[in-house]
């Protein structure tokens, strides 16, 4: 069974940093690309980030130069680095895995940034 579970979310002044973690199990970690959403109150989900099972990564462009996105295979764990932090970033982030054909998310972990 596919599991992703993300942690590291809290409350944070604008400006300030965090880092997301999201731990995967039950498939090939090392084969599949895998990435970070988020969704904020009355709005869609949207893509932040995503990294490719070699390490190369793409970025929404409201995130460019801000976060960063990695992955330690030996861990099976994704990160999310976020630095300059602003009151627009506040969402609930989700950690996503499409193996094979099926689309898997975690529960989310929310981040808040205060003004």
């Known amino acids: 069974e596919v599991q992703l579970v993300e942690s590291g979310g809290g409350l944070v002044q604008a400006g300030g940093s965090l880092r997301l973690s999201c731990v995967a199990s039950?498939?090939?970690?090392?084969?599949?690309?895998i990435g970070w959403f988020r969704q904020a109150p009355g709005k869609e989900r949207e893509v932040v980030a995503l990294?490719?099972?070699?390490?190369?990564?793409n970025y929404a462009d409201s995130v460019k130069g801000r976060f960063t996105i990695s992955r330690d295979n030996a861990k099976n764990t994704l990160y999310l680095q976020m630095n300059s932090l602003k009151p627009e970033d506040t969402a609930v982030y989700y950690c996503?895995?499409?193996?094979?054909?099926?689309?898997?998310w975690g529960q989310g972990t929310q981040v808040t940034v205060s003004s």
């Open positions: 996503n895995a499409r193996v094979y054909t099926t689309n898997y």
């Open positions: 039950g498939f090939t970690f090392d084969d599949y690309a």
């Open positions: 990294i490719s099972s070699g390490g190369a990564s």
